[in-house]
Structures are given as C-alpha cells and as structure tokens.
C-alpha cells in the first residue's frame, strides 16, 4: 500500500510561534489550552513543567499567564494585567487582526459579523472586541435571520472554509448598502486545505490527524471525507484500525495545524507495520 502525506499539512506559524513561546516560559501557566492538542500539552507540562489553568481568576500577582493562541476575552486580559499577573501573549497574529478589526470597525458604526463556531475560544475573543456587539453565524440561513444596519464588517474564524465564507460575503454585498469583507482566514488554513482536497480525491483511504476538539482539522476531515468516503478523524496511531487497510492500495494522509511531527510520524509508522 502506497502511504502519502499531503502537500501541505502540520503545525502552522502561530502554533510554532506558541509553543517555542511556552518552551521559553517553563514552569508557567497558560490560560486554556495553548493549542487543541492535548498530546502536546502533555509533553509541555512533562518536558516545561507549563502548566493549564481553565480559570483565570485564580492567577495570583506576580504569576506567568500564557495567554493561548486563539486568544482571549478583552475584559479577561484588562483583569489579569490589572491584578498584576505576569501576561505573556502567545495569540497568533492571524487571530489578533480579526480581533482588532472587530473593534475597529464596531467604533466606527459598522454591524459586526464573524463568521464562525460561537463556543469556539477565538471567536469568544474576537467577538469580545466588538465594542458595540457582534452577531455570530455560521450558515447562510442564519445570516438571514439577522436584523442588519445598512453599513456592515464580515470577519471569518481562522480556519474556516474559504467558500462557506464567500457564500455569505455573496449573500451579503447585494443586500446591503455597504459591506466590507476582511480575508481573516489565515494562509495555512487554505494551504492545508487545498492540499487535502488534491491528496484525498485520489486515495482510498484517508487519514486527518489532529485534536478532536481542534476546529482546523476538523475542517480537512469534512474536505477529505466528500472525496474520499473512507476517511477517519484520529488523534495518533492508538485509534487505527486494521481494518480500515483492507484492499486499499493509497493511503493519504494530513495533520491539524495543532498537530506535532512526533505524532504524525509515530501514525506513519504504525500505518507501515500494518501495511
């Protein structure tokens, strides 16, 4: 069986720049999960000793935060720099300029509209800097059920997919008076997903390794899947299934941006043995 990985896959910018950030700031603390991979933030609280505090309050004066790459609610940063805590920002930039558009354009009149998964922590964030409010959606049809001002600000979560965003921009510009759409979807969210689409209309079986709670890969999941029907979401070698090898002759492969090279190669391997 032929075993490939796509063009693009893996770790991205803000999640190098994240972990090289909580390698330099041993023994501290980061607010929420740093990246959503729990595997990796094992190995930083084993090999750092960083740990994971889910409550931002119970920073003490003179603690190290870590604030993690999908960023964090406004007011929360204003609390733990005012309470004296130690902040050490490890947000992407690619999550840092929606969050500034938001506000930037909310102050300026315009209705705010994000793209994206509510619950998600980097929308809670940008959303959070939206000074006047921002409505969040995730469809189409829930853009029609808004109640919009004629001058309206379109962001995207950053790892969404580019044409489900378009769709909306599309829905949008006819509609409205004036309406400014901000390419907020970073450029390995398209990279990665260009290449899984390419990799996963010629394999007969795919695997996407990442998180479960991590939004990205979940997207090159749902990409790979429509081309391939014989895709499967893991999160390292553990979860394969011999049986998904059967009679299959190519087996592509992609990672989640949160996704380390240590687990992707122990995944080729396992996928080797069984091959």
Request: glycine share 4%; net charge positive; hydrophobic share 50%.
């Given at each position: 069986?032929?075993?490939e990985l796509a063009e693009n896959y893996g770790f991205c910018f803000g999640v190098k720049r994240a972990i090289k950030i909580a390698e330099e700031n041993s023994k501290a603390s980061t607010y929420g999960p740093l990246i959503h991979n729990s595997k990796e933030i094992a190995r930083l609280d084993t090999d750092f000793k960083v740990g994971l505090v889910d409550d931002f309050?119970?920073?003490?004066?003179g603690e190290k935060a870590i604030v993690r790459t999908h960023g964090i609610v406004k007011d929360e940063l204003a609390a733990l720099k005012a309470k004296g805590v130690d902040v050490v920002d490890?947000?992407?930039p690619y999550v840092t300029k929606p969050?500034?558009?938001a506000q930037e354009m909310s102050e300026d009149g315009y209705d705010v509209v994000i793209f994206g998964d509510e619950s998600h922590p980097e929308i809670k964030g940008v959303k959070s800097y939206a000074t006047h409010g921002a409505q969040v959606v995730t469809s189409v049809e829930e853009v029609k059920n808004l109640k919009l001002k004629e001058k309206i600000a379109l962001v995207a979560q950053t790892t969404r997919k580019v044409e489900d965003y378009m769709a909306i921009a599309t829905y949008l510009i006819p509609r409205y008076k004036e309406v400014r759409v901000f390419n907020t979807i970073c450029n390995a969210t398209f990279e990665n997903q260009d290449a899984v689409d390419k990799i996963s209309k010629d394999a007969d079986?795919?695997?996407?390794?990442?998180g479960k709670n991590s939004s990205n890969t979940k997207e090159l999941f749902s990409i790979a899947k429509d081309n391939c029907p014989s895709s499967y979401h893991i999160e390292d070698e553990t979860e394969l299934d011999k049986s998904w090898f059967n009679d299959k002759k190519f087996c592509g492969l992609s990672a989640g941006a949160s996704t380390p090279d240590w687990i992707i190669k122990n995944v080729i391997n396992a996928i080797q043995k069984i091959a």
């Open positions: 069986m032929k075993i309050t119970t920073f003490k004066s490890a947000t992407c969050q500034e558009i079986v795919m695997i996407v390794i990442g």
